[in-house]
Each structure stands twice: as C-alpha cells, then as structure tokens.
C-alpha cells in the first residue's frame, strides 16, 4: 500500500472521509484522482450490491497501484469475517453502520482502523468502550444530527462523532454542533457527476472550506 495515511489520521487533519461504490471503475478513479487532488488521502468503498466485494476487493489493488498515497477503506462492513477478508486485500480502515467489538479486535489485531456505527449515546458509548477513538452516527439522515451531536457531546465532549451520507451544505451546522468528521457519500454529489474528477475536486475542496481545513 506504500506511503498511504492512515484513514482517522486524515479525519483530524481534513475532517473528511469520502466513500463510494467499486463496481463502476471510471467512479472509482474518478473519486481517486479528486482525492488526490483535493488533499483527502483516504477513501472508503461500500461493499454494497451485486459483485460489491470482489469489485472492493479489485479496487482496493487498483488503487495501490495507482494511487498508493490514498489510505483505502471498506464501508457496510457487519462481521469480523468479512473484516478479516477486506484487511488481507489491503483495506486500511473498517467502516461498520453497527458496534461489531468482534470486528474491532479483528481490527486491532491488525494494526487497522475501525469507524463503527452508533445511533444513541449508549450506543457510542459501547463503540468507545470496544476500542473505537471515532464513531460513525448512523443513520445520521434519519435525525436532526445537529441537535443529537450537540446534545450527545454535553455530557462526553471527549467522544468524535463523525456523521455520515452528509450533504456539502450540511457540514457548517454539523461542524459547529461539534462533528468531529464527516463521511461524503450519494447525497455529497448533489449532481456532481463522480467520473468528472476536477468536478468533484473542487466540491471535495468546498467540502475541506466548510469544515476548516482549506481555504
């Protein structure tokens, strides 16, 4: 995998985490190229729909050849099996909408970073207590994520909460409720067609501007 940032290590310095499907390999480099351009060394694929792992998996090697610099991860992930399978294909980070703590230890065991998903307090609570430094609020589209995220952090403002599936203009209210990255998906795009890299370059950048990490 080369030089390539670990994943929650970008979350501190870029506060995004892009993610998208592997079946359409134009998509994929596409996100790759704008990611790269845009200073976002990390990208998350779903493993989600029809053929989803084996094209993560043919993925995750395309992306080390061409682009080594970007830390690669794997979305939609609920076991430690399957956690296993992606980090021998190179995954450098597991994204789960659940608090698997099997899949943590198997994360752990591997040197790999973990995002699991969590939609109460006592939910990231138990997230935390099974080793994850960030979790994923999800589903955070369902909720008034501001208001959960502000209300959550009141009585644990030491836990970062990353919302996921986040419009680009949902990010300045998030960020001031005390997100602590978020996770771009479909509704990121708004029309931006995702094989046109300068475009989607330039929203990853109006993404970095709203979460204060670019200019």
Known sequence: MGAAVRPLATLAATRLLPATAAQDAA?????ADACRTAGVPALELFLRGAG???????GIAALARSHPDIAVGVGSVYDAATAARMIAAGARI????????ATGAACAAAGVDWL?????????????RAGATHVKLFPASAINAPAFIRAALAPSPASCIVP????????????????????LGPR???GVDPRDSAALAARLHAARVAAGTAT
């Open 27 to 31: 998509v994929l480099a596409g996100w």
């Open 188 to 190: 990121f795009l708004d």
């Open 52 to 58: 989803a792992e084996a094209a993560v998996v043919a």
């Open 116 to 128: 699991p998903g969590a939609f109460t307090p006592t939910e990231i609570a138990l997230a935390e």
């Open 94 to 101: 597991i994204v789960s909408p659940i608090t698997d703590p």
């Open 164 to 183: 996921t599936n986040v419009a680009l203009a949902e990010i300045p209210d998030l960020l001031a409720a005390g997100a602590a990255g978020f996770g």
